[in-house]
């Protein structure tokens, strides 16, 4: 059985229930195998999604304003971050905006030749906003600067924290300035680090967990234990835990893994779980496509 966009909305809408005016809703999601790993060995971009994970994700892309990710990534996948007909079928993307992609680039290392520039100019996506730490003066940057305007990105400078990298409350204030309500943090591997250590930043997670152990490439977090059983996936949680909403799609047939898989905290340190779990998936449709590379 394949999902259709708006089944995956609604089974995603208690992350969106709550009427969010005076801060951005942010939510994290990215697919990751059983042993935590999200890429390859290189940073080789694997398909480790099904087909009804896909049809989620990309139904969350055009029910959000924005779209971030780290400049590793666009470098690596040259991603498109739309949300395409061939998951959300033509009506639901005729009724649905696409979302901006929003690059965090502290050096300004955006290469020219990004789809995200192609698609803009050719206005099948939405010009990108790039974060910066670099100041529009500085020699060093001005000239990369102007070509990237003249492609169509906006550019706007934010702080930088201690550790070297773009500080993602300030990133989330401009992007609520400039309108937006809604995004969704895609990855990659260190700015998913850095989400899950900010306990604060995120109202969501949505997480597509593969059944498949890849082994050797870039994780997230240490890998669990081979011999670990399906019911110790919910080591997890200590993760989650910490954050206001989580969800966990199992997207293949595990259904004797189907631990619960919202989980929705109110007031960090009231020990309150509410536990709103559901399986995302009921049949099996995805060992064919597991780990396979683009
Ligand atoms: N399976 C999945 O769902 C996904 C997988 N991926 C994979 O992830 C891989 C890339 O991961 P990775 O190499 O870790 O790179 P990222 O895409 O996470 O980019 C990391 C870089 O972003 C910049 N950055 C700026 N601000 C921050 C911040 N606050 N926190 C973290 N980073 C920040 C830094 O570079 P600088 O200092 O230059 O600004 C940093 O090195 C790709 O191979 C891709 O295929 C990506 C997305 C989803
Ligand atoms: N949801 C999901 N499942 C996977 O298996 C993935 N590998 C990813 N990767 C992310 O999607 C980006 C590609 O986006 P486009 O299809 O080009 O729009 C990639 O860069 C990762 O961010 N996601």
């Avoid at 999902?3 to 992350?15: C, G, H, V, Y």
């Avoid at 390859?40 to 994700?57: C, F």
């Avoid at 943090?185 to 989400?195: D, L, M």
């Avoid at 240490?222 to 199992?250: M, Q, R, W």
Wanted: charged share 20%; proline share 4%; with cysteine.
């Amino acid at each position: 059985m394949t999902r259709t966009a708006e089944q995956a909305w609604d089974f995603l809408q208690p992350l969106y229930a709550e009427n969010l005016t005076d801060r951005l809703h942010v939510t994290l999601t990215y697919a990751q195998s059983m042993d935590g790993i999200i890429a390859g060995p290189q940073g080789q971009q694997i398909l480790i999604s099904g087909k009804d994970s896909m049809v989620m994700t990309h139904a969350l892309r055009l029910n959000v304003d924005g779209i971030i990710i780290g400049i590793n990534t666009l470098i690596n996948d040259s991603p498109r971050l739309t949300g395409r007909a061939d998951y959300v079928g033509e009506d639901y993307l005729a009724t649905h905006k696409q979302p901006t992609p929003v690059v965090l680039d502290t050096k300004l290392r955006f290469p020219l030749d990004a789809l995200l520039l192609k698609n803009a100019a050719t206005k099948q996506g939405k010009p990108p906003i790039i974060f910066t730490g670099v100041d529009q003066r500085d020699d060093k940057y001005s000239a990369q600067w102007r070509q990237l305007e003249d492609a169509g990105a906006h550019i706007y400078t934010v702080g930088v924290d201690t550790s070297g990298h773009l500080n993602l409350e300030e990133v989330c204030q401009n992007l609520k300035s400039r309108g937006m309500e809604r995004v969704m943090i895609e990855g990659g591997a260190s700015v998913i680090k850095t989400c899950l250590a900010s306990f604060g930043l995120l109202d969501a997670v949505v997480v597509t967990i593969a059944p498949t152990w890849i082994g050797n490439g870039i994780t997230i977090q240490n890998p669990l234990s081979k011999e670990v059983s399906c019911f110790e996936i919910s080591k997890y949680e200590d993760i989650f835990g910490k954050l206001t909403h989580s969800l966990v799609a199992l997207n293949a047939n595990v259904q004797q893994r189907a631990i619960p898989t919202i989980r929705s905290r109110r007031g960090y340190g009231s020990q309150h779980f509410e536990l709103v779990g559901r399986q995302y998936d009921e049949t099996s449709y995805i060992s064919s496509t597991l780990c396979q590379e683009f």
